[in-house]
């Protein structure tokens, strides 16, 4: 599937442009924000397909029959689309519309043909997204977890995941990029590693649909989530790619609206997927500026983006490797920009809220991933996440905010 406009060459001003925020001043100082691993900022292009669909083209889709509802729905699908163009998706059938890559997780598992027994695989590293939901499963069915460990920079053992894969295990459950370690994981080679035993493989994409291409067929990967609010689009939407295969086997995760084909008193069928997992009315408005980050993100030169945000990454890491007062976590030399470091004598929140009087915004906390906390031997980290329209600059900024927490925190 070709992307839908020419690429714009890379130029930080243009692309800051873009996004009215930042634009704006913190306690009197201009924004820095680095807290784009947690949910990104929205270009003009997304608030502008929004707006522009609640005035002048609004209405639910799907059963409509008059000119508004075909609009709409023509917009919704065309959403759809884009998603499948971005992931590299045979179809649009194979993409389910969710609230969040979260929901997409949840739909997931909530349709697993589950006994007491069967086993699902998580690394130690993932977002609670892509834990509780498989907890449900232990407390509900008796489902085993099986923890897959990782070295300090994120780094997975293909052999050990080998070893924990066996005859009941029902998925292999592993994120594309970490949300704290910004490691990457070889996603190719554990779907390998998996197939090879018979065992289906969701990946967590949230991180790493932002931070790099996705090609949903190459990895061979039976499901993949992902959320829209960290793409540059809105909150409220996301998206569960699955192979149809997969989708078909999966039962219906919610009741109402477009999932059902015949409801009567004694029986009730169900739709197609995708449609059999969108229940009620979906997320319409948010899906038009999901299709619109789409098309901003794509006709962007990705591969200069990935170099400048390398750039960011190194800048930062190498800033801070020179204050004997930071820790880092996670230092893989391939990582996505995303650095996560522990200051000295001081708990993470106290930082955060310092950095914010100088305008830095920065996550501080367990990143919604307490287990990856404690295989670090920490309970919360500062993290520091960096987007295609962060200036190296910034980066500099932070490690001046740094030194002047230091010297506040004494």
Known sequence: MNAPMIKR???????????????REINGRPLV???????????????????????????????????????????????????????????????????????????????LDIEAGDEIIVSVMEHHANIVPWHFLRERKGAVLKWLDIDNDGGIDLAALDALIGPRTKMVAITHMSNVLGAKTPAADIVRVA???????????????????????ALDVDFYAFTGHKLYGPTGIGALYGKIER??????????GEMIDIVEQGRITY???????????????????????IEWWEAQDRAAIEAHEAALRDRAMA???????????????????????????????????????????VRAGHHCAQPLMKRLGVTATARASFACYNRLEEVDALIGALHKARKLLG
Not at 84 to 97: E, M, T
Not at 249 to 254: D, G, I, K, M
Not at 271 to 293: C, D, M, Q, S, V
Not at 330 to 356: N, R, T, Y
């Open 9 to 23: 060459p890379f130029n930080i001003d243009a692309i800051r442009a873009e996004f009215p925020i930042l634009a």
């Open 33 to 111: 924000y680095l807290d784009n691993a947690a949910s990104a900022q929205k270009p003009e292009a997304v608030i502008e397909a929004m707006a522009a669909a609640m005035r002048g083209s609004y209405a639910n889709v799907h059963r409509g029959l008059h000119a508004l509802a075909n609009e709409t729905t023509e917009a919704f699908e065309a959403a759809r689309a884009a998603i499948a163009r971005l992931l590299n998706a045979p179809s649009p059938q194979n993409i389910v519309f969710t609230k969040s890559g979260t929901h997409a997780i949840n739909i997931v598992a909530a349709g």
């Open 195 to 217: 197939r090879a035993k018979g065992a289906p493989v969701l990946l967590d994409g949230c991180q790493a649909v932002v931070h790099g291409s996705v090609d949903v067929q």
């Open 247 to 256: 989708l078909e086997a999966l039962p219906p995760f919610e009741g109402g």
């Open 271 to 293: 739709n197609e997927p995708p449609h059999r997992f969108e229940a009620g009315t979906p997320p319409i408005l948010e899906a038009i500026g999901l299709k619109a980050a």
């Open 319 to 361: 800033g801070l490797r020179e204050l004997n007062w930071i820790k880092l976590h996670g230092s893989a030399a391939d990582k996505g920009a995303i650095v996560a470091f522990s200051v000295e004598g001081a708990h993470p929140h106290d930082v955060a809220q310092i950095l914010d009087r100088q305008g830095v915004a």
